[in-house]
């Protein structure tokens, strides 16, 4: 039974399915009573008329009930709906162990910290009485807490509690629960007395415990076989290579407890989990004391080292020409990330006033990293966050996350929620304790004490000149103007520095074609065009820029739609993240089901969001180049032709019988929806009239409708249908107060898939068309770009960089997501699909990046960097 998004089991709603067990189903729900995520699993249809199966199910509940435990996964409660029972989790944010080992071994010093804790986990298991009895990685849940235990869907209860548990504590097991012959359990980790029927008790936990460390340490299983037969033979018969022989470092007292862990009788194991947890702890502390002990090594290379520098560097300092002391040096240096992390894409940092402070977004959760200091700290209660920004006196950062303006300090805590607002725009905190933001996508500049209030708006947008909203204000010292850039469009030459005078309200355009404009101490404008950084002088005082040409910085800084990444401290400091300008420097390609790249003959430039024709001859393609226009490639001629030459346009979508292409435009000053044919005749036609973004999706087979979504202040993004005949009125397909968009109508026309982020992150689902009632999730692990294949068999959609698929033959039981290939995309002007589908189903059309971008796993500071800024313009 797979339950479909949005139903009801009591009080908990269900949001999306996690996995399927062999004792259960499992999903990701919303406790409508208490307003939290949680986990529900529930028993399958085909067992629940199993009344032996049943009472395994409950006597599952009562024995995770029993526990109580940091590293256990915490049962909230037990139901039965309608003939279906379920028990309701803790939800664990984080990846499985099993996961985890994918990617190969893992460190030492993190193997022994996952092991006791897992070992303290089972200790308080075995103590009340109960036994896991499949314990393996896939079980084992990473978070940022640490490791979790999952799943006692085996849990056998102890015929015997441990001396000195309460006698309400021990249960029986049903004497005939496993005797159809099925070996409960896992084959790869099982104890031998598991795989010959014999009793079982807390060593058992304790043989599978070694086999996961084991792996944990060298990426390899402890005992392997190319069939069932064999696999079984070799735990019986035979022992696992040393630790030591993978990796010859191995403390010889680590490998004698796992060795132990894996003895073939329970008598020659540890006997309790106290006691392996207790082994383990020495083992860590023992690395400790070999670590500051060890002199040779660890010690004397490292004072030697240091007192060799010591002597260079006075030696270069004695040599060294003599300079003027009040000239400080310029210092570049590179703030490297925790393994794994890397800094998110879109203005995802910010730097305290002072200089000591570096915020940023990795791992969808806002850290902070002390410059002093060589470890990062996330901040609880960010998930979600972008667009960072520091209060004036360091002391608070304010940021943007569920469509909401928050704030936390810096010492952690609670977030506190100011006000309704996107995440596209950032902010800006004056030292009068009030903060100028933007409240999202299509919006102005808006104000709003930093203790909560009130908002007021502060700018208003021009629309009879294309502004579509401003974005990245900055208060100038003094307080007396803000500093923003009004944003056309996403083409370079469509954005612009302003400067409104709070006093008076008068508007000033300061510089054309530059964004996220910054005034620095240094009496400079830092700005940038296409991911490159300039500065020019500003006079304070007169609120104007010097009529002189801008100095390049000779930077170039990763830069998104959302702006380019750097940001300045007040003492000089800057730090910014490398890379390329977003969509340029990208090649067409054909890509087949495996992910195999075929190149077209089109020259290199800005690709993105191709739509291939109905019959396959011919794409329209976004091609960026200062603004953003359409352009039409014939595969047979491998010709490539503008369709669009006025405004900006993007966004393309074929009609069903191929004659017009329809888009959205900036001819008129607003992002509306417009269309002409696709031979490039003919003028374009204004299809919408709003003040609001807007963007073309679908058309339904039929040709009748035009699915589109629309930008609103007041509920982020929603779907719109606009009739092709009559009144052609637009009329709301789905407004929430979530963000949807993206519909794409299905080859029958009977059903829309879209993107919302309901459930906290962006997922795929489907509705009926044109009822749009009932709704189901089609992705599980975050996903959008949806697009169906022509054949009405298959749903396509990436998620990250990933492209999956999805049978829909037999809507709506839907099937599971599978992945065909993975690859990185150039950024989407606007994030929502930037690929399409050949008819034939095998082929996928979607831009490459020439260059790969870096990834961002580290922050790129200069200190003193002012100095830089004179120098380069005293050399002008």
């Not at 409950?58 to 029972?85: F, K, M, N, W």
């Not at 392997?224 to 070799?234: H, P």
């Not at 011919?618 to 491998?638: C, E, H, I, K, P």
Request: glycine share 8%.
């Amino acid at each position: 039974m797979l339950l479909a998004t949005g139903t009801r089991l009591g009080p908990y709603e269900i949001v999306a399915p996690l996995g399927v067990g062999g004792m259960g189903e499992v999903y990701r729900a919303r406790d409508t009573r208490l307003d939290r995520i949680v986990a529900i699993k529930i028993l399958p249809e085909a067992l629940a008329a199993d009344s032996e199966f049943r009472e395994r199910f409950h006597r599952e509940a009562r024995a995770i009930s029993q526990l109580d435990h940091p590293h256990i996964c915490a049962l909230y409660d037990v139901g039965d709906e309608r003939g279906t029972a379920f028990l309701v989790m803790q939800y664990l944010e984080g990846v499985t162990l099993a996961d985890r080992l994918v990617k190969g071994p893992l460190s030492r010093a993190e193997s022994l910290t996952l092991a006791i804790q897992i070992a303290n986990a089972l200790d308080k298991a075995h103590h009340a009485g109960i036994i896991h009895r499949d314990l393996k990685p896939g079980n084992i849940m990473l978070t940022k807490a640490g490791a979790k235990l999952l799943d006692f869907g085996l849990a056998k209860a102890s015929g015997q509690a441990i001396a000195g548990t309460a006698p309400s504590m021990v249960a029986t097991t049903p004497p005939n629960l496993t005797a159809q012959g099925t070996i409960l359990g896992t084959f790869q980790y099982m104890a031998p007395e598991q795989l010959e029927g014999r009793d079982t008790d807390a060593r058992t936990d304790i043989f599978s415990f070694g086999a996961v460390v084991y792996e944990m340490l060298t990426g390899r299983k402890a005992f392997e076989g190319k069939s069932q037969a064999s696999l079984i033979a070799a735990i019986l018969d035979h022992d696992p290579p040393p630790i030591s022989s993978f990796h010859p470092l191995t403390p010889p007292h680590l490998d004698h407890v796992v060795k132990r862990c894996l003895a073939k009788s329970p008598e020659d194991r540890w006997q309790t989990a106290s006691d392996l947890g207790q082994e383990l702890k020495w083992a860590e502390d023992k690395r400790s004391d070999a670590a500051a002990i060890e002199p040779r090594r660890s010690r004397v290379m490292p004072l030697a080292l240091a007192a060799l520098l010591t002597v260079v560097g006075f030696a270069v300092w004695i040599l060294k020409p003599t300079r003027s002391p009040t000239t400080p040096a310029v210092v570049r240096l590179a703030v490297t990330l925790p393994v794994g992390e890397q800094v998110a894409a879109g203005y995802p940092m910010a730097l305290s006033s002072d200089g000591g402070q570096l915020a940023y977004i990795a791992r969808n959760q806002l850290y902070l990293r002390p410059l002093n200091s060589l470890a990062s700290k996330a901040l609880a209660g960010t998930e979600g966050a972008q667009s960072p920004f520091f209060s004036a006196d360091s002391q608070w950062i304010g940021f943007f996350a569920q469509n909401k303006l928050k704030r936390i300090s810096i010492s952690g805590g609670v977030p506190q929620v100011l006000a309704d607002a996107g995440s596209q725009g950032g902010g800006s905190w004056g030292p009068d304790e009030t903060i100028y933001y933007t409240a999202g996508p299509s919006s102005p500049i808006w104000q709003i004490p930093a203790a909560g209030g009130s908002p007021r708006q502060v700018t208003s947008l021009d629309r009879g000149k294309g502004e579509v909203s401003h974005r990245w204000p900055q208060i100038l010292p003094g307080g007396q103007a803000l500093l923003f850039t009004t944003w056309t469009g996403p083409g370079w030459d469509e954005r612009h520095l302003h400067l409104h005078v709070l006093a008076t309200g008068e508007r000033r355009v300061l510089l054309q074609g530059a964004s996220t404009g910054r005034y620095v101490a240094s009496g400079q404008l830092l700005y940038s065009r296409a991911g490159a950084l300039l500065t020019t002088p500003f006079d304070l005082t007169r609120l104007a820029v010097a009529a002189v040409p801008p100095t390049p910085v000779e930077l170039q800084v990763r830069e998104e739609s959302q702006g380019a990444e750097f940001a300045v401290s007040d003492n000089g400091m800057l730090a910014y993240i490398s890379g390329n300008a977003a969509g340029y420097g990208s090649r067409l390609v054909i890509v087949d089901r495996k992910g195999t790249i075929e190149p077209l003959p089109a020259p290199p430039q800005g690709y993105n969001d191709p739509a291939i024709s109905p019959d396959g001859q011919r794409a329209v393609v976004t091609v960026r180049a200062g603004t953003l226009g359409l352009w039409v490639y014939d595969f047979s001629r491998a010709t490539l032709t503008a369709l669009t030459t006025n405004g900006s346009a993007q966004d393309p979508v074929w009609t069903p019988d191929g004659k017009r292409i329809a888009f959205r435009q900036t001819l008129s000053g607003y992002r509306n929806l417009y269309w002409k044919p696709a031979d490039g005749s003919g003028d374009d036609e204004r299809l919408t009239n709003s003040d609001n973004l807007q963007s073309a999706a679908s058309f339904s087979p039929d040709g009748k409708w035009l699915a589109f979504w629309e930008t609103d202040p007041a509920t982020s993004t929603d779907i719109w249908l606009l009739p092709l005949s009559g009144d052609r009125k637009p009329q709301v397909f789905l407004k929430t107060r979530f963000a949807e968009y993206n519909p794409q109508f299905s080859p029958d026309g009977q059903w829309l898939a879209y993107v919302s982020n309901e459930s906290g992150r962006e997922e795929i689902y489907v509705r009926r068309f044109p009822d749009s009632g009932a709704k189901w999730q089609i992705s599980t692990d975050g996903g959008y770009a949806p697009v169906w294949s022509r054949d009405k068999q298959e749903l396509f959609y990436r998620s990250s960089d990933k492209t999956m698929v999805v049978d829909v033959r037999t809507r709506p039981a839907f099937g599971s997501p599978r992945l065909l290939f993975e690859a990185r995309y150039p950024t989407s002007t606007t994030g929502v699909s930037g690929y399409d589908v050949f008819p034939d189903g095998r082929r996928f059309l979607r831009p490459q990046q020439l260059e790969p971008e870096q990834a961002a796993t580290q922050v790129n500071v200069v200190i003193n960097w002012f100095e830089d800024v004179k120098r380069r313009a005293s050399a002008k």
